[in-house]
């Protein structure tokens, strides 16, 4: 099983329609985080956690709301799907120490 | 505040030549540097890190990269690529100095060319 997984993989959504993005990590990290790729932009930071009860936003949180279940679980939900939210969005985690970031494989979302 | 600049979107290269992707950051602090490789439809997978100590870091699959401080740049080279490095190459930078998140540059697309 991979240390970072994504479900699900890909998803086609209405506008209006409110979905949700799960995560789940296998490597005992406190740190995790969801991401956003768009094509020419790179990856962009929407939401990270230290720990259960530790939430952050990121640099483009809006429209977009986290759910730290437990620790090794970590959803993103987009209340209100709208089509530019279409994109590839990527979960990573990150022990306390050290700096290497996992990343899960993407959950590729289309907003029609 | 912290930013990654990759200088070239796209990068097409002549397999068994070789090629160097540019990064330049921009940080108050001390930074640790990363790049990150995404083949086509999978995930990020670390290449190599810059943390401390020797500015010429070595990683998987023959790339190294040299961090240069005075320079600000992270500059990614390999002296023969093959097909298979056909991928999009990410720069990123983490200071964790009142930031404690990962910031990436917007990737290169290297193209090998048989």
């Known amino acids: 099983d991979a240390d970072v997984t994504q479900t699900p993989r890909n998803r086609i959504t209405k506008t209006g329609k409110r979905i949700m993005l799960e995560c789940s990590q296998t490597k005992g990290h406190d740190r995790m985080y969801w991401y956003r790729q768009d094509p020419g932009l790179g990856l962009r930071l929407i939401y990270y956690?230290?720990?259960?009860?530790?939430?952050n936003k990121g640099e483009i949180s809006d429209g977009y709301s986290v759910s730290r279940q437990a620790q090794a679980k970590f959803s993103l939900s987009l209340e209100s799907a709208i089509p530019n939210q279409t994109a590839l969005y990527f979960c990573?985690?990150?022990?306390?120490?050290?700096?290497?970031?996992?990343f899960g494989s993407g959950t590729r979302l289309t907003v029609v | 505040a912290q930013s990654v600049t990759q200088l070239d979107s796209q990068v097409p290269v002549f397999e068994e030549a070789p090629v160097e992707l540019r990064c330049n950051y921009s940080s108050s602090v001390s930074v640790y540097l990363f790049w990150y490789v995404q083949y086509p439809n999978q995930g990020l997978q670390l290449l190599l890190k810059?943390?401390?100590?020797?500015?010429l870091v070595k990683g998987i699959n023959g790339f190294e990269a040299e961090f240069n401080k005075s320079q600000t740049s992270f500059h990614l080279r390999k002296p023969s690529v093959h097909i298979r490095d056909t991928a999009e190459y990410f720069c990123?930078?983490?200071?964790?100095?009142?930031?404690?998140?990962?910031?990436f540059g917007k990737g290169t697309k290297l193209s090998v060319i048989p």
């Open positions: 810059y943390l401390s100590g020797s500015t």
């Open positions: 990123a930078v983490y200071s964790g100095a009142g930031s404690y998140q990962l910031t």
């Open positions: 990573a985690t990150r022990d306390r120490e050290g700096y290497g970031y996992t």
């Open positions: 956690s230290f720990d259960v009860k530790d939430i």
